[in-house]
């Protein structure tokens, strides 16, 4: 199994040099970075920490979130190949009922920089999380897909939906009555809901703050070619790690927590071996039958809604 783990930035990058499928690091990811060569990946796909006092953070402050990005956003920028793709995942930063968009903070220091341009910012939407009384209930966070220089890698048909209408025709013009969907499948759009990794997820393994796979997948196959190489500084449980491996494309990471290292570890021989467990991007969202229990309206539900 293709999969190593080193302490060493220096061995670490060596081993990928070399071709290693998988290579992991243990440490800070700024470490890793400063031995990395320029233009040596394809696409940085990440989510970084969101100072929000998780137990893998040190600081609570949007502040010190916007220093840290000073510096690493870029070492990536400069560790991306020229036509390559960098995908910054966030949330927002709330405080005392305040928010704090974090894709503000990631725009505000990679729009500085010529050598990158903004081509989406995502929105993946989804049904769980914590229920507010005083605001609206947050429902969606973003990605950022910035690309180097404008020739650059990606696949659409990779990444096409099923059409929502296929059987679809032209209503007028010469080509009158003809189909007019793509019949590849559509674009997907820049709002992609994907449900989070909470509860009863198949993907739960244990960390407070996964992504699903399917967000990953989506981006690996239309921004990175096959065999190229994806890099997660913030890897935790490896999400990303697993979505690069199971569509053939190389996985650098680096975690500096000893527990999630492990997690990561175990998941990507998982991926390797094919017996990861992962939610199909492709899978429809979930939604109760009439006769199920959950759809049931308890009699007292009733008498609120008349
Ligand atoms: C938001 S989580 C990423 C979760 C990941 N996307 C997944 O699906 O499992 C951020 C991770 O970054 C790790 N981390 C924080 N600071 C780090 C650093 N300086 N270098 C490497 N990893 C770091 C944390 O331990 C945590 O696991």
New binding site residues.
Partial sequence: MDVRVYKSPFHAVRSLNSGTSSVLFIG???ELIRNMPDESVDLTIT???YCMGKE?EKSRSVKDFIAAHKIILPEIVRITRSGGSICWQVGNHVSNQSVYPLDYAIFSVLGEMKEVTLRNRVIWTFGFGMHQSSRFSGRHETVLWFTKGSDYFFDLDAVRAPQKYPGKRRYKGPRKGEFSCNPKGKNPGDVWEIPNVKAAHVEKIG?P???PVALAERLVRAMCPKEGIVFD????????GVAATINSRRFLG????RG?QDMAYRRLLSAHEGTARIRPLGRPIYVARPGDSVAQRPEHFLEVFQ
């Fill in positions: 800070d990811c700024i989510s970084p920490p893998y960390h703050c996964q992504f500084p913030y890897m935790g449980s490896a999400s990303t680096a975690e500096i927590n999630y």
